[in-house]
C-alpha cells in the first residue's frame, strides 16, 4: 500500500478523532489522522463523565496516565438551580466505595495530548498543522481528501473511509448533509479563568458548580487547587451585551449569580498565556440531519451537540468513535452478509439515541426556572412545546 492510500482517514485530532484513529489502528489498520492545529492547544469542555474515564479510556489504554496527572476527582454535579436557593449534589453513584463512582475535571490540552500521543504509539499516522480542504467523491461515494501540510504543499491522499472529527467549526460535514439547530437551545457562552477561587466543601470539592441566574446558568469547573474555568451561558439576547465588552459583560453576570461572586470574590482572571483570552461559543445545540453517506461518516461534534449543562461533550464524541470503529471493522475485516448501509445505519441510530437521551433530559432540566421572571428562563418555558422539543428530536432520533 503506498504511502498515500490508507484504510481511514480521520480529520480532526480531538477526543474523537484520536479515539477512532487508536481503535482502528489496534485492530492493525492503516489510519492517516490530520488536524489543522498543534498541539497542546486550548479546548472547551473540561468536564468527563464516568463513561469516557472509566470505559473508553481504559479500552484505550491510557487510564494509568489520566490517574498520574492528579486532575481534580469529580463525584458528580453540584447545582444551585430550579427553586431551591440552597445548592443540591447529584453523584455518580450511591455508593461511596463505588470504584467506577467517579470522573475527573481536565485541563483540555494535556488530556487530548495524552489521547493523541496514545494513537501515534499504536501506529496511527498522526500529523499535525495540516489541513483538510476538500472531500473526494466519485459516482457519489467519498474516495479520499486533499489538504494542505505543514509547509504548504496542497496533498491528496485516499482511503476506503474517510471519518469526519473535526468538531463544531469545520466545513467538511456539510458534504454528509444539513446541520439543524435546535430552537430551544439558542444560547451563547461567555467563559475565561481564573486563579485563587473557592471550592465545594469536601467530598464534593471537585464538582463541577451549576448555577442558574436569571440571564441563564454559570459552570465553575475546578481544574486544579487553584484554576478555574467560568463561563456564563446565557439567551441570544445577551449578545448585544457581550459586543458591547466581553469583559464588563462577564464581571457583570458574575455579580448577578451571588454564589458565583462569592466564590470568585478574591479571585483573579487570568489574562496572560493559553488560558488569558475571553472566549465566546455560540449555537450550542445542533444535529446534522444524516451522519454518513458512502464512503463518510460524521463522529462527535461534527454530528452533533446538545449543551455543556451535562458535561456530555466528550462522553458524546468518543461514545460515537467506538460506534463508528465498529462499523468501520465489521466492513474493513469483510465480515459476510453485513452491507455498508446496515453497517453506518446502526452506527447512526445507536449515536442519535444516545444524543436523543440527553436533549430530552436537558430539555426537563432546563424547564426548572430559577426566576419566573428572568427572560431566558420564561423564554424557554414558552419554546418547550410541540414546535421546540418534540420537532426537533422526531427529525434528529430514530423511531
Not at 39 to 68: K, M, N, W, Y
Not at 125 to 133: A, G, I, L, T
Not at 143 to 163: C, K, P
Not at 168 to 192: K, P
Request: hydrophobic content about 35%; overall charge neutral; aromatic content about 12%.
Amino acid at each position: 500500500m503506498s504511502s498515500d492510500h490508507y484504510d481511514v482517514i480521520v480529520i480532526g485530532g480531538g477526543p474523537t478523532g484520536s479515539t477512532l484513529g487508536s481503535f482502528l489502528a489496534m485492530a492493525g489498520h492503516q489510519v492517516l489522522l490530520l488536524e489543522h492545529e498543534s498541539f497542546p492547544r486550548h479546548q472547551i469542555g473540561e468536564s468527563l463523565l464516568p463513561a469516557t474515564v472509566h470505559g473508553i479510556c481504559r479500552l484505550l489504554g491510557v487510564f494509568d496516565e489520566i490517574e498520574r496527572q492528579g486532575f481534580p476527582k469529580k463525584n458528580g454535579g453540584t447545582f444551585r438551580w430550579g427553586t431551591n436557593p440552597e445548592p443540591w449534589t447529584f453523584r455518580f453513584s450511591k455508593r461511596p466505595e463505588d470504584p467506577f463512582g467517579y470522573a475527573y475535571q481536565v485541563e483540555r490540552a494535556k488530556f487530548d495530548q495524552i489521547l493523541l500521543d496514545r494513537s501515534r504509539a499504536l501506529g496511527v499516522d498522526v500529523r499535525e498543522k495540516h489541513h483538510v480542504r476538500s472531500v473526494l467523491v466519485e459516482e457519489g461515494r467519498v474516495t479520499g481528501i486533499t489538504y494542505t501540510d505543514d509547509a504548504g504543499r496542497e496533498q491528496t491522499a485516499r482511503a476506503r473511509f474517510v471519518a469526519d472529527a473535526s468538531g463544531n467549526r469545520s466545513q467538511i460535514w456539510r458534504t454528509v448533509g444539513e446541520r439543524i439547530y435546535s430552537e430551544f437551545f439558542r444560547n451563547v457562552a461567555l467563559y475565561g479563568y481564573f486563579e485563587g477561587g473557592k471550592r465545594l466543601p469536601a467530598p464534593n470539592q471537585g464538582n463541577i458548580l451549576s448555577a442558574a441566574f436569571r440571564e441563564g446558568w454559570f459552570w465553575y469547573i475546578p481544574l486544579s487547587d487553584s484554576l478555574t474555568s467560568v463561563g456564563a451561558v446565557v439567551g441570544r439576547e445577551a449578545a448585544e451585551e457581550i459586543r458591547r465588552g466581553e469583559e464588563q459583560a462577564l464581571r457583570g453576570y458574575i455579580g448577578r449569580c451571588d454564589i458565583i461572586a462569592d466564590y470568585l470574590a478574591g479571585a483573579r482572571r487570568i489574562t496572560e498565556g493559553p488560558y488569558g483570552a475571553l472566549r465566546i461559543r455560540s449555537d450550542y445545540s445542533y444535529c446534522t440531519n444524516r451522519f454518513w453517506k458512502p464512503g463518510m461518516v460524521l463522529v462527535g461534534d461534527a454530528a452533533c451537540f446538545v449543551d455543556p449543562v451535562f458535561s456530555s461533550g466528550v462522553h458524546l464524541g468518543t461514545y460515537s468513535a467506538l460506534l463508528a470503529a465498529r462499523s468501520m471493522l465489521t466492513l474493513l475485516e469483510g465480515t459476510p452478509g453485513l452491507t455498508e448501509e446496515e453497517c453506518f445505519t446502526e452506527f447512526e441510530d445507536r449515536y442519535r439515541r444516545e444524543f436523543g437521551r440527553f436533549y430530552q433530559f436537558l430539555v426537563a432540566f432546563y424547564d426548572v426556572q430559577q426566576d419566573e421572571q428572568s427572560y431566558y428562563w420564561h423564554a424557554r418555558k414558552i419554546v418547550h412545546t410541540e414546535r421546540g422539543r418534540t420537532k426537533p428530536l422526531s427529525a434528529w432520533s430514530p423511531a
